[in-house]
């Protein structure tokens, strides 16, 4: 017990450590390097990181493989974005978003009317990609619908979503999506200052997002959600309902895509029904493939490291940069089946110690401890 706390400890210290170092270090080092602007691109990705660990909380540790995280993000955005455009001048005679008078618009819609407020926004952001998943869940799960189904059911919902918001021009600008954002708390939103801002709240973000996912992954509820991944008729046989359990988790991984893309819009200056597209959320389970399934810093990472492999390869081969970035999926799919924190916890360890040549017998820590430095297992 007492290591365990020892770990959690050194676990959080660790997550302090780093989030610090990126709130406070990293930026004015890259303004210093000349490489200002990557600031906010690490800050779009970061934001990215928190749509990873929501789908590795349901993937790699619920084995239910969403096609169409890519509608709850765009719900987030879009709440977000709708409280920006509502951000008016004192001294505007047209208290209305720039696109709706070019469709003829002379009234804000009521839709629009509560996104005056920034608590209901917050609160729309978090409970309405939550409730929805929750409903989409409940309809998926109570008929017991699961596996590649699934995620048939989850990628038509992005084809239903994305039609949905395109032909929406009057309401939300249809395909054009919501854009020019201008103040907020009475604040530029381009100002170099208030980006930061931005940045440091996406940081807090992903920590919280982090923690939660730590907890819920771990002890007993943890070892159900492993436990339906595995062998979802047995758990329903020991008296617990899988549904249940399936739901809340699908309802918590939809809101927490959801705060992603709320933090993902004033960073890039749009949202539109792209974000919605199935190749998105492809996308999405790509970081986390890349990454490491059922491995909340694999997620991290995984989306880190392919975005990042984007905005670098299209910098420097911007013909053929999608060539470079398939082969770079290829690539870690046949050698890194497991991802690259799988690869580490597996054979990069084993590569590891005997390059040190510190290679331990795995059995109980007691004989560990009693064993002969020297001993090399057979490999017989």
Not at 315 to 325: A, N
Request: charged residues 15%; aromatic residues 14%.
């Amino acid at each position: 017990m007492k290591n365990k706390q020892q770990a959690l400890l050194l676990e959080v210290g660790i997550v302090i450590a780093i989030a610090l170092v990126l709130m406070f270090v990293v930026p004015p080092v890259l303004v210093a390097l000349g490489q200002g602007f990557r600031v906010n691109l690490l800050g779009r990705f970061l934001a990215l990181a928190i749509v990873g660990l929501a789908i590795d909380l349901i993937w790699g540790y619920t084995g239910l493989l969403s096609l169409g995280h890519g509608v709850f993000f765009g719900l987030g955005g879009y709440a977000l974005a709708m409280h920006l455009k509502l951000q008016f001048p004192p001294d505007a005679e047209i208290k209305l978003p720039s696109f709706m008078p070019l469709y003829g618009v002379t009234e804000l819609p009521w839709l629009w009317k509560p996104f005056f407020s920034f608590p209901f926004t917050v609160a729309a952001v978090i409970l309405v990609p939550a409730l929805f998943g929750a409903l989409i869940g409940y309809l998926i799960f109570r008929n017991r619908i699961r596996g590649v189904y699934f995620s048939i059911l989850t990628q038509a919902l992005t084809i239903i979503f994305f039609n949905f918001f395109n032909g929406q021009q009057k309401l939300i600008n249809g395909t054009n999506g919501l854009t020019d954002f201008q103040t907020i708390f009475g604040y530029r939103i381009s100002d170099p200052q208030t980006q930061m801002w931005f940045y440091w709240l996406t940081v807090l973000g992903l920590v919280g997002a982090y923690a939660l996912c730590r907890w819920l992954t771990s002890g007993r509820f943890g070892c159900l959600l492993v436990a339906i991944r595995d062998d979802e008729p047995r758990v329903r046989m020991t008296g617990y309902n899988p549904t249940t359990v399936k739901v809340f988790v699908f309802a918590i991984s939809a809101a927490l895509a959801g705060i992603a893309g709320a933090l993902y819009t004033p960073q890039t200056g749009i949202i539109s029904p792209k974000a919605m597209d199935i190749a998105f959320s492809i996308e999405m389970v790509i970081w986390v493939a890349v990454g490491g399934r059922a491995s909340l810093v694999g997620a991290i990472l995984g989306t880190l490291v392919v975005n990042f492999a984007k905005s670098l390869l299209s910098e420097t081969f911007p013909q053929v940069w999608l060539f470079f970035l398939g082969g770079l999926f290829l690539a870690i799919v046949m050698l890194l089946p497991d991802g690259i924190v799988g690869w580490l916890r597996t054979s990069g360890w084993e590569w590891w110690e005997k390059l040190t040549g510190k290679r331990q017998l795995r059995t109980y820590p007691k004989l560990e401890l009693e064993m002969d430095e020297s001993y090399e297992p057979s490999r017989d």
